[in-house]
Nanobody, 128 residues
Framework: QVQLVESGGGQVQAGDSLRLSCKGS????????MAWFRQAPGKDREFVGATRWKSGSFYNVNVAGSLLDRFTVARGGNRNVLNLGMSDLRPEDTAIYYC??????????????????WGQGIQVTVAS
């Protein structure tokens, strides 16, 4: 059974940092594009960042432009792990954060419909 499981969410204060982790199991995710999306109440699911396999142990990293100065995305030492580092968090970052994965391909990273596997989501709440 293929699973993506997110961890590390919770409630923090504005200006704090938080790290989310996603662990995949049930198949190899080494060559997959793995990504983070988020969805705030009443809004569409939004692309946060992704890592796309390049070759060997190298991955290209793509972070949404509006988040580039505060968010980082990286594969863990185990390539089935995807981490999201968030700093200087703001109340508008409050959302459910989802991990997603799809087999390697040339599609743009930010297309929700292209992802085959999804985690159950984890809540991040930023209090002002």
């Amino acid at each position: 059974q293929v699973q993506l499981v997110e961890s590390g969410g919770g409630q923090v204060q504005a200006g704090d940092s938080l790290r989310l982790s996603c662990k995949g199991s049930g198949r190899s995710f080494t060559s997959d594009t793995m990504a983070w999306f988020r969805q705030a109440p009443g809004k569409d699911r939004e692309f946060v960042g992704a890592t796309r396999w390049k070759s060997g142990s190298f991955y290209n990293v793509n972070v949404a432009g509006s988040l580039l100065d505060r968010f980082t995305v990286a594969r863990g030492g185990n390539r089935n792990v995807l981490n999201l580092g968030m700093s200087d968090l703001r109340p508008e970052d409050t959302a459910i954060y989802y991990c997603a994965s799809r087999p390697k391909g040339d599609n743009d990273d930010d297309r929700v419909g292209d992802y085959m596997y999804w985690g159950q989501g984890i809540q991040v709440t930023v209090a002002s």
